[in-house]
């Protein structure tokens, strides 16, 4: 059952790493360094939220160099790692903004997610996302956590505001 949402009220998406941009492995080289597998087809999603007027931030409880690569590559606006408590991070960033969490997105998939998709005006998670998150959600996607769902949320969220097709159109000069 999905919950109510004004989906045109979202000014910033949140956006968890591990486990919803991610398939949830850490892999390890052989120098102990952390390797991340990103879906390409979440770009999409990125540039067209962006397109649409939506900033990124990118909140995550672990620190990678992978993560804040691919971040750079995606030109988040904001990119937050090793944070724990992400809750008492967003208290923080809605007062230094002067927002509320209505104008707040938030995809995520685990248990250190639900404090703060808990609150949102809008969240999403992926089709592997545990129980207690797909209950908070406004939209489950259909789609496996690392394999393309953030892009699938966020076109979710767009199509809903009747954004999508000219955000796709303006980002990659095609319509949908």
């Not at 597998?37 to 007027?53: R, S, Y």
């Not at 959600?137 to 699938?152: F, L, Q, T, W």
Request: charged content about 25%; hydrophobic content about 40%.
């Amino acid at each position: 059952m999905q919950k109510e949402c004004n989906y045109h009220k979202i000014k910033y998406l949140i956006i968890d790493v591990d486990g919803t941009m991610t398939d949830a492995g850490i892999y390890y080289d052989e120098h102990g360094n952390e390797l991340k597998k990103f879906c390409t087809k979440d770009a999409a999603g990125f540039f067209t939220a962006k397109q649409a007027g939506i900033k990124i931030m990118v909140l995550t409880g672990r620190e990678c160099a992978a993560t804040t690569r691919r971040m750079q590559e995606m030109k988040v606006d904001f990119l937050v790692q090793n944070r724990k408590d992400k809750l008492a991070y967003l208290e923080e960033f809605i007062q230094e903004e002067s927002i509320g969490y209505e104008e707040l997105g938030y995809l995520g998939d685990d248990l250190n997610d639900l404090a703060g998709m808990s609150h949102v005006g809008f969240a999403g998670c992926p089709a592997d996302a545990c129980e207690e998150i797909k209950a908070v959600c406004h939209y489950v996607s259909s789609v496996k956590a690392g394999h393309g769902a953030v892009r699938d949320i966020i076109s979710h969220l767009l199509k809903q505001r009747g954004e999508w097709e000219a955000a796709v159109s303006s980002v990659y000069g095609a319509g949908v």
